[in-house]
Nanobody
Framework: QVRLMESGGGSVQAGGSLRLSCVASGITYAGRCMAWFRQVPGKEREAVGRISTDDREPYYVDSVRGRFTISHDSAKDTMYLQMNSLNSEDSAVYYC?????????????????WGQGTQVTVSS
C-alpha cells in the first residue's frame, strides 16, 4: 500500500521559513517522480516543484524559484520542501504527490498518489 505522509506545516510570519517533509512508503523507488503542490480554497491545486529519483534534479515554478528548495533523502525515502522568504501568497494546504513513469511535470492529473496535506499559514 502506497503511503505519503506530509508534516511540518504551521503558522509563520512573513519573511520566515518552514520545512515540509513527505515520507514515502510502499512505492517503487526507481523511476519515481515526486512533487509538491499547494491549494487554497476556491482555486485549483497548483504545482510548486518536483524531483525525480532518477536524475534528482529539482524543478520549480516561477513563483517560488529562488525561495523554495526541494530535496530527497533516499535513505529515509523522504522528500523535503524548504521554504524561505515566505509571504501571504504562500499560504495554502501543501500536498506531496508521486507517480511512477518517465513523465515528471507540473500537472496534477498524472500523479497517482497523494498525501493528506499540511496547512501552511503566513501572516503579514
Amino acid at each position: 500500500q502506497v503511503r505519503l505522509m506530509e508534516s511540518g506545516g504551521g503558522s509563520v510570519q512573513a519573511g520566515g521559513s518552514l520545512r515540509l517533509s513527505c515520507v514515502a512508503s510502499g512505492i517503487t523507488y526507481a523511476g519515481r517522480c515526486m512533487a509538491w503542490f499547494r491549494q487554497v480554497p476556491g482555486k485549483e491545486r497548483e504545482a510548486v516543484g518536483r524531483i525525480s529519483t532518477d536524475d534528482r534534479e529539482p524543478y520549480y515554478v516561477d513563483s517560488v524559484r529562488g525561495r523554495f528548495t526541494i530535496s530527497h533523502d533516499s535513505a529515509k525515502d523522504t522528500m523535503y520542501l524548504q521554504m524561505n522568504s515566505l509571504n501571504s501568497e504562500d499560504s495554502a494546504v501543501y500536498y506531496c504527490a508521486a507517480r511512477i513513469g518517465s513523465w515528471c511535470g507540473f500537472a496534477a492529473g498524472p500523479y497517482s498518489y497523494w498525501g493528506q496535506g499540511t496547512q501552511v499559514t503566513v501572516s503579514s
